[in-house]
Nanobody
Framework: QVQLVESGGGLVQPGGSLRLSCAAS???????MAWYRQAPGKQRELVAT???????NYIDSVKGRFTISRDGAKNTLYLQMNSLKPEDTAVYYC?????????WGQGTQVTVSS
C-alpha cells in the first residue's frame, strides 16, 4: 500500500522558516517526487521536484528560498522553506508516482501571516 504522510506545517510570520516532511512507503520513494501547493481559490501548482538521483527543480517564485531534499535511509522527502511570504500561504502536498499512477499525501497547511 502506498502511503504519503506530510507534516511540519503551521503558522509563521513573514520572513520566517518552516520545514515540511513527507514520510513515504519504500516502493514509491525510489522514484522522482515533488511538492505542490494549493492556495484558497487557486489551482494546485507544482513547487519543486527532485529526481531519484537528486536533481532538483523549482518554480521561479521560490528559487533561492525553498530547498527540496530526500533522505533515502528514512524514506522521507523534505521542503525547507525560508524567507516565507504571505503569498506562500497554501496547503502543501507531496506527490509520488508508482507504476505510472500519481499518489498524493493528505496535505499540510502553511499560513504566513503577522
Amino acid at each position: 500500500q502506498v502511503q504519503l504522510v506530510e507534516s511540519g506545517g503551521g503558522l509563521v510570520q513573514p520572513g520566517g522558516s518552516l520545514r515540511l516532511s513527507c514520510a513515504a512507503s519504500g516502493s514509491i520513494f525510489g522514484n522522482a517526487m515533488a511538492w505542490y501547493r494549493q492556495a484558497p481559490g487557486k489551482q494546485r501548482e507544482l513547487v519543486a521536484t527532485i529526481t531519484s538521483s537528486g536533481i532538483t527543480n523549482y518554480i521561479d517564485s521560490v528559487k533561492g528560498r525553498f530547498t527540496i531534499s530526500r533522505d533515502g535511509a528514512k524514506n522521507t522527502l523534505y521542503l525547507q522553506m525560508n524567507s516565507l511570504k504571505p503569498e506562500d500561504t497554501a496547503v502543501y502536498y507531496c506527490k509520488g508516482t508508482l507504476g505510472g499512477w500519481p499518489h498524493w499525501g493528505q496535505g499540510t497547511q502553511v499560513t504566513v501571516s503577522s
